[in-house]
C-alpha cells in the first residue's frame, strides 16, 4: 500500500466496517511509520479488492488489518494476506503475532485458528456496538 491508495482503502473501509472504520488519516499515519509497519493491498484490475498491515515491535506483531471485499471472498486472498503478515512478522524476529477479531465473527476466526492462532484473552464490548473483541495469538519463536 502506497499513499495513492489510501482514499480506496478507505472507500472499501468503511463500506466494510460501518461501525468500526478507521478515520483516513489513520491510514496515512500507519503508512509513515515505515519503521515499524508493513501494508499491502491486492488489487484485480487496477482496483483495489483486499488489504493489511501488520505492526512489528519486536517481540512483537500485530494484525493491525485485514480486509476482502466480498465479491473477492473465498478466493484464497484472505489466507493469502495472513500468511504474508506471519511471514513477515517472522522475518522481522517477532516472538509472537497479536490480532484482535469480533468475537460475532465465525469466518474470520476460523481462519486465524486454521493457521495456528489461539484465542488468549476476550475484551467484553470492545467494538462500538458492543461486540466482544476475541485477542487471538500465535507463537512465531519460541523463548528459550
Known amino acids: 500500500m ?3 491508495d489510501v482514499a480506496e482503502v478507505w472507500e472499501m473501509e468503511k463500506a466494510l466496517f460501518p461501525i468500526d ?3 483516513q488519516d489513520m491510514f496515512v499515519g500507519e ?3 515505515t519503521a515499524t509497519r508493513n501494508y499491502w493491498v491486492v488489487q484485480d484490475a487496477g482496483k483495489i479488492v483486499a488489504y493489511c498491515g501488520l505492526m512489528c515491535v519486536l517481540p512483537l506483531a500485530d494484525v493491525q488489518t485485514i480486509a476482502v471485499a466480498p465479491d473477492y471472498e473465498g478466493r484464497g486472498i484472505g489466507t493469502y494476506l495472513l ?3 506471519i511471514d513477515t512478522a517472522i522475518e522481522r524476529s517477532a516472538t509472537d503475532l497479536l490480532l484482535e477479531v469480533r468475537a460475532d465473527n465465525p469466518r474470520a476466526r476460523g481462519l486465524y485458528e486454521r493457521h495456528g492462532f489461539d484465542a488468549i484473552h476476550r475484551r467484553p464490548r470492545y467494538y462500538r456496538d458492543g461486540v466482544d473483541a476475541v485477542i487471538m495469538r500465535k507463537v512465531l519463536i519460541l523463548a528459550n
Do not use: H
Request: glycine share 0%.
Open 2 to 4: 502506497v499513499m495513492a
Open 21 to 23: 472504520a478507521w478515520p
Open 31 to 33: 503508512l509513515e511509520q
Open 83 to 85: 500468511r504474508l503478515m
